[in-house]
């Protein structure tokens, strides 16, 4: 076993009972610079990345009870994209092990964005290969921490942001109502409209009111965060 492969177990804390499912993760396509034929890692990030939306999915509807289908896809995407996958990456050197050709390791392939994204999907999907679905679920659990941390503080304060983003502009406060009120009573979905003098109003849902009042107030801000770019 090479010194690259064992740092990065160590890392990951799982170790392959089938090492060639691992090197396959970990090859770039631009490795052997065509002189040779070498399996990458493109087909094991497909089902990689399927993976990793099934156990984010998974998360997210344990994390989230009342909130509706619109707000989980919204954090779906949050957390099942290039950058949180490149960022896990870096988290364990992921890049150090990779195999990539000599010149696109001058060019910083090793800390590129998407080598890294796509290397971390591969990567589950090995993993998910050789252990099954625990084994990938204890290394999401692991390796997607901080990114849950961080998506549930920002979802928790999301009206908090709003109001603080509101009074930096010098704007009115946000203001709520409660549109609609729909289902059984043990099954409610609530919408809401968030309102700001001077801005177009923004809808959120959920299955409880303070659910659909906090994805109202990220769609406002995600809205108008886009406007100041």
């Not at 910083?108 to 999907?125: H, M, N, P, T, V």
């Not at 849950?148 to 930096?168: I, N, V």
């Amino acid at each position: 076993m090479t010194n690259r492969i064992k740092r990065l177990e160590d890392a990951i804390g799982y170790q392959f009972s089938d090492p060639v499912l691992l090197e396959t993760a970990l090859t770039h396509a631009s490795h052997g610079d065509g002189r040779r034929r070498t399996d990458s890692n493109e087909r094991m990030e497909f089902l990689g990345d399927r993976v990793l939306g099934l156990l984010v999915s998974e998360q997210l509807y344990a994390m989230f009870e009342g909130l509706s289908e619109g707000g989980l896809a919204h954090r779906l995407n949050a957390l099942v994209n290039k950058g949180a996958c490149a960022r896990v990456a870096r988290s364990i050197g992921l890049g150090d092990a990779l195999l990539l050709s000599p010149g696109e390791d001058r060019l910083g392939g090793r800390d590129k964005e998407s080598i890294l994204g796509d290397a971390c999907e591969a990567l589950i999907g090995a993993i998910y290969l050789d252990g099954g679905l625990s084994a990938a679920r204890a290394f999401f659990a692991s390796a997607w921490e901080k990114e849950l941390a961080q998506l549930k503080r920002q979802t928790k304060d999301a009206k908090s942001h709003l109001q603080e983003w509101a009074a930096r502009k010098r704007l009115a406060a946000p203001a709520y109502e409660t549109l609609s009120r729909k289902g059984p009573d043990h099954r409610p979905h609530f919408t809401v409209e968030v309102r700001i003098d001077g801005l177009e109003p923004a809808i959120g849902e959920g299955n409880t009111k303070q659910a659909a009042q906090r994805a109202a107030a990220e769609a406002m801000l995600k809205r108008e965060h886009a406007h100041d770019q």
